[in-house]
């Protein structure tokens, strides 16, 4: 246990978890004078144990912790979203002074983030939400941070964060993005694009699995070429090597031992909600969260295939017109997120520099991937660049992938291969780059049956038409 004549301490960790903990080395490496606090004793007795070598101690009595840190206190909480954070706030509120700064670095809905921004700035504490990507390995060594709301609040822990973040050419992955509630937003987003690659991926492995009939083996070299090339990324990294990994229980590929139901933390259907509020359609990530949805009807899809018969069909498509897809894909579910972020800027005011965003993208993250150094320097370009699909040169790869893109859609539909992640991006694709849409009928409609009135090509102003006299 901590003892209370120690020195005082820079910043305060609540909750010791694996994020938590990993957070206290990483900043215990980079030479910062840290601390924490748990309930559990024995989260205490496992951060002492890893932080024997920086003498890290941790404190399970919350005032004595709170009395060892430096004016003004700085805390941090990495605890479950949601009430938790409140109690935990509430519990600190009598402990603390005005000018003291409370950082939410869990998973908060973005609205939480707000209602506590202005809580606690009428009671004189500073306070502002974080994402953070990269799971433990990235909070130990490095991981990507999306911190917004109060400036003058991280100003006072900037040192601290661009030295734990990860690096790509010398910069660090964290950067202030905006007022209120904008960090915990950018990382809701970040994790909405996140569900649409992580469904495209396994798309593809039902296609390489079951359309083309690949072994396990095979698959984990697909993906690791294609790691080494255009398609680098996290995700597929670890995804390769899944295909490795052998289940102790019975020696066979793990992977084949876990039962075809996905779960989710909410993250990406609050990505899919907010996108319907700002009427910004993001189709593809809204596939990848029904579709986990759907994985959990798993009584009735066993059913339903013994009354319909299982499709064995095979897929007509090579490896590099895959290859194309999934790339072709993965551009449109980004894109998706950024365009959101765009929009959602103008709506809150959040005043999101795009280009930054994909900065600290790059590097320490979940959905960090060689492409995104093309996003960032398509918005390094153009910062008020509305749409990825407005840059030259990403316009130049989309234009050489769609053909194979359209070819492997085709196939799987023909094949009868669910593949909503993909025919999505396309859809949505050939959509937007429509000039005139056939939505024209639709409010002809809405003005026949509820008189819901039209806008005209020929001049402006609205209008209602007496559809009645058809009759």
């Given at each position: 246990m901590a003892n209370i004549d120690l020195k005082k301490?820079?910043?305060?960790?609540?909750?010791?978890?694996?994020?938590?903990?990993?957070?206290?080395?990483?900043?215990?490496?980079?030479?910062?004078?840290?601390?924490?606090?748990?309930k559990d004793l024995k989260m205490i007795t496992k951060l002492e144990d890893e932080g024997k070598d920086h003498n890290l101690e941790g404190f399970s009595d919350i005032k004595k912790f709170v009395s060892q840190l430096e004016i003004p206190r700085t805390l941090v909480l990495l605890v479950p979203a949601g009430p938790i954070v409140d109690s935990v706030i509430a519990e600190l509120?009598?402990?603390?002074?005005?000018?003291?700064?409370?950082?939410?670095?869990?998973?908060?809905?973005?609205?939480?983030?707000?209602?506590?921004?202005?809580?606690l700035e009428k009671e004189g504490l500073h306070f502002f939400g974080m994402g953070i990507s990269g799971g433990e390995?990235?909070?130990?060594?490095?991981?990507?941070?999306?911190?917004?709301?109060?400036?003058?609040?991280?100003?006072?822990?900037?040192?601290?964060l661009e030295a734990i973040a990860a690096k790509v050419d010398n910069d660090p992955c964290v950067t202030y993005l905006g007022p209120g509630a904008s960090g915990h937003f950018v990382k809701m987003v970040h994790n909405g694009i996140e569900y649409?690659?992580?469904?495209?991926?396994?798309?593809?492995?039902?296609?390489?699995?079951?359309?083309?009939?690949?072994?396990?083996?095979?698959?984990?070299?697909v993906f690791k070429k294609w790691n080494e090339g255009k398609l680098q990324s996290f995700l597929l990294e670890i995804t390769a090597e899944i295909f490795l990994f052998k289940d102790t229980e019975t020696n066979t590929d793990l992977v084949d031992q876990i039962k075809d139901e996905a779960r989710s933390k909410g993250t990406g259907k609050w990505t899919s909600e907010v996108s319907m509020?700002?009427?910004?359609?993001?189709?593809?990530?809204?596939?990848a969260v029904a579709n986990r949805d759907l994985s959990k009807f798993k009584s009735l899809r066993v059913s339903l295939e013994e009354a319909f018969g299982k499709n064995e069909s095979k897929i007509d498509v090579t490896i590099d017109e895959l290859e194309?897809?999934?790339?072709?894909?993965?551009?449109?579910?980004?894109?998706?997120?950024?365009?959101?972020?765009?929009?959602?800027?103008?709506?809150?005011?959040?005043?999101?520099?795009?280009?930054?965003?994909?900065?600290?993208?790059?590097?320490?993250?979940?959905?960090?991937?060689?492409?995104?150094?093309?996003?960032?320097?398509?918005?390094?370009k153009n910062n008020d660049l509305e749409h990825l699909f407005g840059d030259s040169d990403i316009q130049d790869i989309i234009k050489s992938h769609t053909k194979n893109t359209r070819k492997v859609i085709v196939a799987c539909v023909n094949a009868g291969v669910g593949i909503p992640a993909f025919a999505s991006t396309l859809t949505y694709f050939d959509t937007l780059t429509t000039a005139r849409m056939p939505s024209n009928l639709i409010q002809a409609q809405r003005d026949f049956f509820g008189a819901h009135t039209f806008e005209r090509i020929d001049k402006p102003g609205i209008f209602h038409a007496d559809w009645n006299k058809l009759s």
């Open positions: 301490y820079k910043l305060g960790m609540i909750g010791l978890g694996t994020m938590g903990r990993n957070l206290l080395l990483n900043m215990a490496d980079k030479g910062f004078s840290v601390t924490g606090y748990d509120k009598p402990l603390l002074s005005k000018g003291d700064i409370i950082i939410d670095s869990g998973n908060s809905h973005f609205t939480d983030t707000n209602r506590r921004v202005d809580e390995e990235g909070a130990r060594f490095g991981p990507s941070m999306m911190p917004g709301g109060d400036k003058e609040a991280y100003n006072v822990v900037k040192d601290v649409a690659i992580m469904e495209l991926i396994a798309e593809v492995y039902g296609i390489l699995k079951n359309g083309l009939g690949y072994s396990n083996e095979e698959i984990y070299k509020e700002l009427q910004l359609p993001i189709p593809t990530i809204n596939e194309d897809a999934f790339y072709f894909s993965m551009i449109s579910a980004y894109a998706q997120g950024m365009h959101l972020l765009v929009q959602a800027s103008k709506e809150y005011q959040y005043n999101l520099n795009l280009q930054d965003i994909a900065k600290i993208w790059r590097g320490g993250c979940i959905i960090r991937a060689s492409f995104l150094e093309n996003i960032y320097q398509a918005y390094n």
